[in-house]
């Protein structure tokens, strides 16, 4: 098995010592199916030390699920969700929050991926046509897509506009961890604190094995959450091993000490590539990813050495650091880059 | 936490110690998401050998989702799905088949919870009519949600007749295991020769962690099945955790080892308990269940010291013996029903 | 074109002439479409005229999306629709219900087609349970597809049901007006004052060109009603054309009329074949449809002469009376009717 | 009942009279309901003498039924349909393709609201990549709902290149006569013989009460559309009344007398009002569109008298012609507007 450790994504990763210890400690005896289980209560009661008593909290397979049942919760078939045109649900899920939730994506550009008022006002155009879906709610991703984050300031200001027009302000905090350690502000004051209401939670990207979270902030939304869990799928039967996971993340600092290694290492690897010749960052790195454009043909020579995504912009890729990311990782890559690029520019220009 | 074993359910259990084994060996370094590891192309191989090498084998998260992806594959939304209104995606999946697919499930009363060609016969009726769905899969249990087996010719029969009116036969085997082990058959025996299409192969109920398998055999219905499973939200980012249990499971005996001690114990459990006052069983022990009629008094008391499921027959209760149940657990059970039933009967019947 | 008035479906004939009037007087000059237009506006005032002011009424093209879009306005996903195993939305309407609103139906088999508490109860077993579909609407057709009728009492028994679970009363009333002409009540009298919801409302089989009503008694279910007529492709855009035909039925006695005749004729008709050799009746005679057992080998003959629908009971057949059916008709069908049972019985009983 | 004659929309005309006179003769006697009768085989066989004898038609309610039951024959829930920012479909439609066919609609802006092979390539970029709805159809508006139209050419080579990547290309053809006309070529020419796979014939905005057909080029799109139409709600009962209008408009030449006459008003209508101080075509008048801006203020002081939509862009309208505007109408409409512009520039500019 090839495991060199890489960039290509913070879920190449495997699972966080400190999680499998967790995992295998609650391998023990019996207990009931399906979140009956002292473990995840035990795992909701530390989210809710985490964001407050009345939270509700929701364990799910993965992400995708997390999101698109998220929507679902939030929103009637005839209405529609804001997104940026970069958004995970918009572009990475293959459809499942349309096909799941019945409803439209309304998706809007954005180049750092990160959504304004100004930029989705005019969605508001067709509020009350009875030939248009009817924007219902803001999804952002926290951080985006693109490596960048909202400030608090900035997420307040749209949780207030998605209030006064009566929408509801979901998160795709597929890396909030991330977001949290980066703005280095508790994980509740950049989500319920600054107006969310519904965030998915994720774990996977942060050390987990398996296992995301729904968090409800509005209850109204959590009201069936537990038939709308089912009946996409996404009820864990043997939950424990899900909970003692977010329990172990969760209950002292690992969530932070995970989410501020992969920025770090992140900010190096985006200092030491930038400073390779012909490399340029394409995008601010604000969290654990970065963003470059590369010499189009040195990808291929990389590829064969390092899995990771090139993304749909030509010449640009995509790397992220990971909880487990070492700076001796960072060294191996840049010295490979390095060397093809050395390589590739050799040859002069093509003509 | 509370971990004593019961017969609640056989996802009660927890991980088997080789499967666990397993997952710990695979957590090194960073390999690629979404199945494009060599851990996933493993387990892919391990299938093969088992079922065939024209087999294609998609990982999922749970049971719920590989029935529900299975039927999305066979069909499509005006079609209909045949089954037994004992059915798990019947009566046990909060509509999530009918959901994801947008089928409509015919179901059929079976008293032991086995379709027959004479059951289903009438669903035929409607073929061709244009108000009416059109039968499109049979979906069998096997075993049975009664804890009942299909034989190998009865599978044959219904394939037979699936295939002769242009059906396609989906089997639920979320204790496929089990079933192999009951007949004394190969897997492959009681499944793809004996005429199935497609079936949901069960991890989670003989000792797994989480995941399950679809497993094809009628190529057509894997053509497109990866955005299926995408969009159904059962693709695993890190799913070499799930890879590697399966190869645990399937390279070598244990998922018979596992479904052995479950028949047995369940055949044990059931031989006590028979023998006890006021203790009927009411389904036939084939595989790991144990349905039996109990004074409805007891129940709630028992409930006290174990957990399990009530029917939704009045006085039926349904046991579940694990591949980790041991002899001790069923004396220890056995000691305290009887002297609740003890208690009981002391009472003298109710006036 | 073969246009003998026969017994196939009151769907098979025309418009009645006061219909067809007032379409064409409706046809002059230009008026908004999609129901912003002041024959539409007429139309909503006389419904609310008969079912009181409090009504909100929607006019959709046809029945099956009257009823699909009433369950989708009163049910969500995980929700499911009590309704008899003869139900139109169960057998006749391929799927629609469950594909557009998502829900699953949970069909009662009931000999004469009407639903009782009883019967239904066990569906309140798997309330609150997760794996479950949560039971959320009743539907009943008035009168049934079987030629039966609730009386106002048993309309009411289901409707207190209804809602002490929680639960909302769909009326299907393709036929609502032969109903109401034969329990000789008000239309208001056996809809909302006996606890009818939401109830779709048939025009087509009783003169109308096209165009059904949804009428809602319950104001929450109208909420959102208008996005989800346009998304269910049931927006007319020359609405006017829908609206007139029901003034023209409604605003006199048109409607009572024509329901009158269909009545009297089914009466007729029934007592005339049943005292024909080897016909008997299989249903009571309450509405527009007569059921009958017939001399199987007739049938073929029959179809020759008569456009009609067999059962998927063997031998028996189902004849429905409409609006402009004439004594003469009855006369010459019962005569070829004759002729053919003399034919068959003269062969003497098959060997 | 206000019924001036205006340009609000080419569905705010009524019947045309040999259309109303086809309905009324067709009115006699009892015929099969659902399409089983002699006027819809009369209609069908009309089709294909204009469109090539292995036309598949159905006929369906309205053009949001026709569209939506398209792209559900066409297309799978994991692909997408590529279609114009500006397409009918993506914006007047209350989501309903998606919420039927379960796909995503991937939308371009095109400042005519014209697709190009050069604007949509880029959809191309996730094929094969499983987190990502794959392409399957391109569906284009003729005329396009902006009043442009694409040449035979521009169609043929959008054809070439979604069959070159194995997609389908269907056509809204709300106004496709309209299109026939303004090109002066035969139906024919401009879908199937330009490389049309699927096609939504409009009817009510050319003259007919209502009904659309769906035509279908490529065979294996037909293969199950009765069942699709059926649980699309699209079914019509008494289809004879729809299959009249069809033959009706099309046996003869009076689609193309109706088209002309509106693409000639459109014309006449963009001459006069383009040449009134302050206003602009905003769109080429290749239909029966006109796209115009207007001194914002006046906007309302006309709604007054006419009804018409406002396009979302600030100072913009939109003008229909239809089958019935006469010179006249556009006299009166003309002298209407003069006037108010009159009025408002007087005013001088705001401040």
């Known amino acids: 098995m090839k495991t060199l450790r890489g960039f290509g994504s913070d879920n190449n990763a495997g699972v966080h010592p400190e999680i499998m210890a967790a995992i295998v400690k609650a391998n023990i005896g019996h207990v009931p199916g399906y979140g009956e289980d002292d473990y995840t209560r035990e795992a909701i009661a530390v989210f809710r030390r985490c964001f407050g008593e009345e939270t509700e909290v929701f364990f799910v397979f993965g992400g995708t699920g997390a999101n698109t049942l998220s929507l ?60 248009q879906v009817q924007p219902r709610v803001i999804s952002i991703s926290q951080p985006t897509e693109l490596g960048t984050l909202y400030t608090i300031e900035e ?48 774990g ?30 996404q009820l864990a039967s043997k939950m424990r091993f899900i909970a003692v996971q977010f329990t172990a993340l969760l209950s002292g600092d690992l969530w932070l000490r995970n989410a501020r290694n992969a ?35 040195v ?29 001796e990782d960072i060294e191996r890559f840049v010295e490979t880059l390095a060397r093809l690029l050395d390589q590739e520019l050799a040859k002069g220009p093509a003509r």
């Open 155 to 202: 997420i307040e200001e749209i949780a207030a506009f998605a209030h006064h027009n009566h929408m509801i302000l979901h998160m795709d905090g597929a890396r909030i961890c991330n977001a949290a350690a980066a703005l280095d502000a508790p994980l509740r004051a950049i989500t319920r604190d600054a107006g969310v209401d519904i965030l998915s939670f994720g």
């Open 72 to 131: 679902r919760a939030a929103a009637q078939p005839h209405h529609a969700v804001i997104c940026a045109k970069t958004a995970h649900i918009n572009v990475d899920e293959c459809g499942a929050p349309e096909k799941f939730s019945g409803c439209k994506l309304l998706d809007f550009a954005a180049p750092d991926g990160k959504l304004t008022v100004e930029l989705i006002r005019p969605a508001l155009h067709g509020v009350g046509d009875i030939h």
């Open 299 to 327: 990808i291929p020579a990389l590829l064969q050495e390092y899995f990771f995504y090139p993304t749909e912009n030509p010449g640009e890729v995509r790397w992220m650091a990971s909880y487990d990311t070492k700076e």
């Open 263 to 297: 920025n770090r290492m992140a900010s190096l690897l985006a200092e030491r590539v930038s400073a390779l010749p012909g490399m340029q960052l394409t995008q601010p790195v604000q969290a654990n990813a970065v963003f470059a454009s590369i010499p189009p043909k």
């Open 204 to 233: 996977a990207k942060n050390g987990l094995m398996y296992g995301e979270a729904v968090v409800i902030f509005d209850r109204h939304l959590a009201q069936d959450f537990e038939f709308i869990r089912k009946q996409g799928a």
